[in-house]
């Protein structure tokens, strides 16, 4: 099975940028020999790996020639994806290199994912997935990420179809056999929404059609990620900073490519995630564990 291939790479992968995660280190390092790691194991990256710290939740992904090292008291996220042939496996997990009071949220995500992934069963409503994550975190003294939410992943589409909420939203979609669905609780010490950050340097492609400038760069993106996200330093190591940049720019200007910003607590509280990639199945294939 494709997704349990990927999703076995994406696992192994992800202990292994764990254990890169240390005071002093540069982001770009682990991000670099994470990305190195997937190709080695015969996958590709579904989105640039991305290490997000204490109140950014999401989409933080260190540039070729940064220099930002991790820190003693960084609450470190680090979330990796990996496909084969369009087939996606996500998964993230949180390092705490700060106070040993930085467990508990770590747990708090942990085991309100644990819980969630027993209810990937045919039939289960989103809503009840929703209330399971939400009872945990607010069970250990944080909030649940309203504004943050678990995916549907179908071939070359990360965020398809349905999402998963990380609280009680309503929705009594029932879940179906064999979907596959990423499944992302966030626990913060803040009120639980995000707000867009700095640009990231990532994007997604929206919409292919006839360009006059960027042709060549859009060509590269099409080609080697179609609908899957990249990361700028990807057209530059290809095309070169001047090129790279123009191209980027115009592509974004035209509406073509979507550019991510950062995702940060908006009342600044310490953000912790945990992830997996799950199959629907009356006995739920969790494809990331190891
Ligand atoms: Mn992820
Ligand atoms: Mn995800």
Known sequence: MTYEKA???????????KRLIKVGTPLIEVTSKVEEK?????????????????????H????KNEDTVFKESDLVKLDLGVHIDGHIADNALTVNLGDDKNLEIIKASKDAL???????????????????IE??????????????SGHEV????????????????????????NQVFAVEPFA???????????????????????????????????????????HRKYIVEKFGDFKASFGLRMLEKEEILHHYP???????????QAEHTVIVKDKPKITTKI
Not at 7 to 17: D, N, S
Not at 115 to 130: D, Q, R, S, W, Y
Not at 154 to 177: C, Q, S, W
Not at 262 to 272: A, K, M, T
């Open 154 to 177: 179908k071939p070359y589409d990360l965020h398809a179809g349905l999402t998963v909420p990380n609280f009680d939203n309503k929705d009594e979609t029932k879940l179906k056999e």
């Open 7 to 17: 999703g076995k790479i994406a696992a192994e992968t992800l202990q292994y940028g």
């Open 60 to 63: 933080y992904c260190p540039d």
């Open 262 to 272: 950062q995702l940060v607590e908006r009342s600044n509280g310490l953000v912790s």
């Open 135 to 148: 009872e945990v975190i607010v069970g250990y003294g944080f909030n649940p990420i309203k504004n943050l």
């Open 114 to 132: 644990k819980e969630a992934l027993t209810l990937f069963k045919p039939g289960t409503k989103m809503n009840e997935i929703g209330k399971a």
């Open 38 to 58: 997937i190709a080695a194991l015969k996958g590709k990256t579904a989105f640039p790996p991305q290490i997000s710290i204490n109140n950014i939740a999401a």
């Open 188 to 230: 913060t010490t803040g009120d639980g929404y995000v707000k867009d950050g700095k640009k990231s340097g990532i994007y997604g492609l929206t919409q292919v059609r006839n360009v006059r400038s960027g042709r060549e760069v859009l060509k590269f993106i099409v080609d080697n990620f179609r609908t899957l996200p990249f």
